[in-house]
């Protein structure tokens, strides 16, 4: 059965310390925050789409699409600022009994992977789900294999067990659980009955760096070019 109220939240912070003003850095031609604000207007199953800033000069572009602006506190502005302390914030000031955590730094991933997320979650009955990345190769932690064995035939890479990496393009939590957790800890981000949801490459591009905006900007050209796959003549050798 649907939740009472889904509500997204769009957070964009000023202070970006890596990559200076990066939810208002232009993707061809559009700010990268509002690629999240889009796909969260796509994914069709939000009561409430909020966009959480403490600049207030976000209210223009949540005007511009047509969603709410909250100006959060300047003490949640900081660097220092940690993800639980925003989150139980909102709580507080929005109701609702779903909160999605729609991250504008993955501008790549598409409304339907956000749909199918929140479903997972719902699904499930979880309490809290972030999404993740599958990563099908031989990892190590600290020069130690996680997922092959090095006293046996070195594995082929399809038969391994995928090691899973945090994307945090989406996460989400259920207010009752988050916001009980919360008071007694101090801290939620991962409370109550936890879920984890793979996503697709794209979503997997995280802008912290200049040069994930270049390949956010690569992929994005190549959809607009329709760029088809093309081979050297040679390859007309294994056809024949």
């Not at 009561?47 to 909250?70: M, Q, W």
């Not at 709580?91 to 955590?101: A, I, K, T, Y």
């Not at 729609?102 to 790549?108: D, G, K, M, Q, S």
């Not at 009955?125 to 099908?136: A, C, H, M, R, S």
Request: aromatic share 10%; proline share 5%; glycine share 4%.
């Amino acid at each position: 059965m649907r939740e009472k109220r889904i509500i997204a939240m769009i957070p964009a912070r000023t202070g970006s310390e890596r990559l200076r003003y990066k939810n208002l850095r232009l993707l061809r031609n559009k700010p990268v925050i509002s690629y999240a604000i889009e796909a969260a207007k796509k994914a069709n199953i939000f009561d409430d789409i909020i966009l959480n800033s403490d600049g207030i000069c976000f209210n223009e572009i949540a005007k511009r699409h047509k969603v709410k602006f909250y100006h959060r506190p300047a003490e949640l502005a900081n660097s220092q600022t940690r993800s639980d302390d925003v989150i139980a914030d909102f709580m507080e000031r929005f109701d609702g009994d779903v909160l999605v955590w729609v991250n504008p730094i993955a501008p790549l991933q598409p409304a339907e992977e956000i749909n199918n997320a929140v479903s997972h979650f719902l699904k499930y009955e979880l309490d809290t789900l972030i999404t993740v990345k599958n990563e099908q190769t031989h990892c190590l932690y600290k020069g130690l294999p996680i997922n092959y064995d090095t006293e046996e035939l070195f594995a082929k890479t399809q038969d391994l067990i995928p090691v899973q990496c945090m994307v945090y393009s989406v996460m989400m939590w259920r207010y009752s659980s988050f916001l009980d957790h919360y008071a007694k800890n101090g801290y939620a981000l991962l409370s109550g009955k936890v879920g984890y949801f793979p996503v697709s490459f794209f979503s997997t591009i995280i802008l912290k760096h200049e040069e994930d905006i270049q390949l956010a900007e690569a992929v994005l050209l190549g959809r607009e070019n329709d760029v088809k796959p093309a081979y050297d003549p040679v390859a007309e050798i294994l056809r024949s």
